[in-house]
């Protein structure tokens, strides 16, 4: 009876949290402070924005009409196209962690991934309706379809900044500054894991014609 009540109280603060997605996204500044100080975030809920950000950008490539979203299937790769989601977060997330840590940062790693994720919600949400539309509507009214993608972008875009604001407790000015910090972090380490990868694939290359050089002298 015990484990029932848990699970079902789990899955009541679950949906709790999720929904608190909606008042983050609309009073960023009071939203993200209690996401994080009060407690009314949740990873499970941060993971699945973050999954349902991933399955809309996978509809996205599939569904939207081919006016405003052509695509060269053979070129296509469906790992690398998510990547190109998970990457950038698991990059930002480090980098921003990395550096507010040593200027005072209030926000933990788990709290930054999560207000990011919480952050997010716009693509979605509106992301998802904007498939729908562009089966109905014509070129010349696609002008409505790129403002709106365009703007949901811009709105995560500045609701990260003010999650990043909210939970280190820095000033705007101090936010832009660190967050301009992160994204130069990022290209910092994507150069450092080229050069590391790149230096892996000569060494395994370097091992393999010593190989072959043996095998031949053989």
Partial sequence: MFAVLSKKETMVHYKQTLRFTLHCITHPLDGFWDLTHEKRGSMAAANTILILTLAVRICKLQFTSFLFNKVYWPGVNIFLY??????????????????????????????????????????????????????????????????????????????????????????????LLFTVATIFAMLVMVFILLLFFSMISQGIAYFISIGREILFRM
């Fill in 82 to 175: 998510l990547a190109s989601i998970l990457f950038p977060l698991a990059l930002w997330c480090v980098g921003n962690w990395a550096l507010t840590t040593l200027f005072d940062g209030k926000g933990r790693l788990g709290q930054i991934y999560m207000a990011t994720c919480y952050a997010m919600t716009p693509y979605p949400l509106i992301q998802f309706p904007l498939i729908l539309f562009s089966n109905i509507v014509t070129v010349d009214e696609g002008a409505f379809y790129s403002v709106l993608s365009v703007f949901s972008l811009i709105w995560a875009g500045l609701l990260i900044v003010c999650a990043m604001m909210e939970i280190h407790e820095y000033t705007m000015k101090k936010t």
